[in-house]
């Protein structure tokens, strides 16, 4: 076992600093609120270096292994702190979504409903982008030499699944921790990119870099995920200097 980096002597001395001729029980009030502290420092060392492993391609299964844990275990433990409470029409998150972007989020819904599954996951995501067709993401999985049908076959899910405008109820067809850091995923590559909006593209990026099965089945169809940042910015670059000259 790893030797600690704060002696217990250390801390010990730390807790009776704290208060001057403090009795026993007082010392350990204060040494309770201490390791509490310790354990919020802890976790947190811990998850900079799962979002580091997260950020070098290491997939939750690998994770969890490193760990000890499960594949389940890591992603409750990491993930689930990450909610969609912000996501509201008139504020938070939601409020940085391109209309686009909000419309691939209530699309994701409804392919989930209408697939019969009791979870909104990374997947319906993915195939949601398809309904913008004008969509960055859209255009570049078309450039990538992906087809609609085509995406929506390997998933096993039927082409004109969700494309009734009809709403979700609240409350049904929950998006799955995964989903839910995709979504987070799409913030941080918006600000990579340093972009103040979030559009099509980047829940694009941010399901690739969450959703291993989704990243996994795109690389069958001959998309190069790695690549795929890359085409973003080139496509944006390209409509910018077009809108510059006029055209």
Do not use: C
Not at 57 to 77: D, F, H, L, N, T
Not at 215 to 227: F, S
């Amino acid at each position: 076992m790893t030797t600690s980096p704060i002696p217990l002597d250390n801390l010990t001395s730390y807790v009776r600093s704290l208060h001057e001729s403090a009795a026993p029980l007082d010392d350990l009030s204060t040494a309770v609120s201490v390791a509490a502290a310790l354990d919020e420092q802890s976790d947190a060392l811990i998850g900079y270096f799962v979002d580091q492993a997260r950020r070098s391609g290491a997939p939750w299964s690998e994770i969890g292994a490193s760990m000890g844990v499960s594949k389940q275990a890591v992603q409750k433990r990491f993930v689930a702190k990450t909610d969609l409470s912000d996501l509201v029409p008139d504020g938070g998150l939601f409020s940085r979504f391109t209309p686009r972007a909000r419309s691939v989020v209530a699309a994701a819904r409804r392919i989930a409903s209408a697939a019969g599954t009791a979870e909104t996951t990374p997947v319906h995501l993915t195939l949601a982008l398809l309904t913008q067709p004008e969509g960055v993401a859209a255009v570049v999985l078309r450039k990538s030499g992906v087809m609609n049908k085509q995406l929506f076959d390997s998933f096993d899910i039927a082409e004109d699944a969700g494309t009734s405008e009809a709403s979700v109820p609240e409350g049904q067809v929950p998006f799955t921790l995964e989903a839910k850091e995709a979504l987070r995923g799409a913030l941080k590559a918006a600000l990579r990119l340093g972009h103040n909006y979030i559009g099509t593209e980047h829940i694009l990026l941010g399901v690739i870099a969450t959703s291993d099965e989704t990243a996994e089945k795109l690389e069958t169809l001959g998309v190069q995920t790695d690549a795929i940042e890359a085409r973003i910015v080139g496509l944006l670059a390209g409509e910018k200097a077009k809108r510059a000259a006029g055209e």
